[in-house]
């Protein structure tokens, strides 16, 4: 008799738990399509030519940790570089390739930028 009394009220209740425990299972998968821990915002002018863009793109859609490093993005230079890692096995590992593979590309382009390499975003 109790039993039928008590499933609706079951259900719902059931029905809430689900609410705040299916994004808590969610968070410990994937990081696809995150942004990440961002230290200032990435907008990369529609003139640009290169791969950084695409790079970015790349960081965004990737699941595992990674990270986007880059010189300064000022509208009047006319040069930019960057450095991505991606799915690296931790999130600092992935902040230190980053941040190797511009300061390389840096001295590989040789150009004329406004500053140094720093991580734009890391997840």
Known sequence: MILKYCR????SILAGLLIFIAPAAQAGGSLAGSKGDVRYPVTIPW????????????YIAASGHSAFAATPIVPQTEYFICGVKLNAPSQKAAEDLALKSCQASKSKYKVTVAGGCSLAASK
């Not at 003139?47 to 790349?58: D, E």
């Open 8 to 11: 609706k009220p079951a259900a």
């Open 47 to 58: 003139f640009t030519t290169g791969g950084c863009g695409k790079a970015y793109a790349a």
